[in-house]
């Protein structure tokens, strides 16, 4: 539920970019851990999305907001596919989601097919106002995730205690967990080892599988 109201959120904000600084493309991309991906988009074909890297990591190479005229004219992009495609694109202007820390955690940028002049000042605050806006949503998002992750992990470790404590004795308390988090995981199969013969070796103390016929092949 939480996520469904920040993508909604996020649908607005590009929306509200794109009426504001009167561009027809507006993208909001997360980058986490290397890996980067589609937040919200406005007027956008997502298939063209792993395309936009360049201007992306040139946003967040440079740590602030970026702006490119005439994509065409700048040997930075002249051979990027956005640009050479049919799409034709030609405008860019990016700024980095920074949170509170400094934290870098995406982009939000506005594109157009045809060339345009180089902000104002004032567009400029503007599509950086917006940005923080975004950073601060989805620093709330991520923190409504690590939250019931974290609810989610306690529940776990509740049933299990739950389950050891009135296990009759330690190889029912076993079964009685792996059989549990194998249901939880979806797993083919859980088990519960130690190491044997000085750490060189490990030995299988309990074992759960989704068919009982196949306890032994593990």
Do not use: W
Not at 5 to 15: C, G, K, L, M
Request: hydrophobic share 45%.
């Amino acid at each position: 539920m939480a996520d469904t109201a920040h993508t909604d959120e996020f649908r607005h904000i590009v929306r509200t970019v794109a009426r504001m600084m009167d561009v027809p493309l507006v993208m909001i991309v997360a980058s986490e851990n290397g890996r980067k991906s589609m937040v919200s988009q406005f007027g956008f074909d997502t298939t063209l999305f792993p395309t936009c890297a360049d201007f992306g990591d040139h946003t967040l190479g440079l740590g602030r907001t970026l702006v490119v005229p005439d994509a065409l004219q700048d040997p930075r992009f002249a051979d990027c596919p956005l640009v050479t495609s049919e799409l034709g694109l030609r405008f860019y202007a990016g700024t980095p989601l920074i949170d509170a820390s400094g934290h870098v955690l995406g982009t939000l940028c506005t594109l157009d097919q045809k060339s345009r002049a180089p902000l104002t000042p004032d567009q400029t605050a503007t599509l950086e106002d917006m940005a923080r806006l975004v950073a601060d949503r989805m620093v709330m998002q991520r923190s409504n995730r690590a939250l019931i992750k974290a609810g989610q992990r306690d529940a776990i470790r509740r049933k299990l205690l739950e389950l050891v404590v009135e296990a009759p004795d330690f190889e029912s308390a076993c079964a009685a967990a792996m059989h549990h988090l194998r249901a939880l995981s979806g797993a083919e199969f859980c088990g519960l080892f130690r190491l044997a013969d000085g750490g060189q070796r490990v030995c299988l103390v309990f074992g759960a599988a989704r068919k009982p016929s196949d306890q032994a092949d593990f």
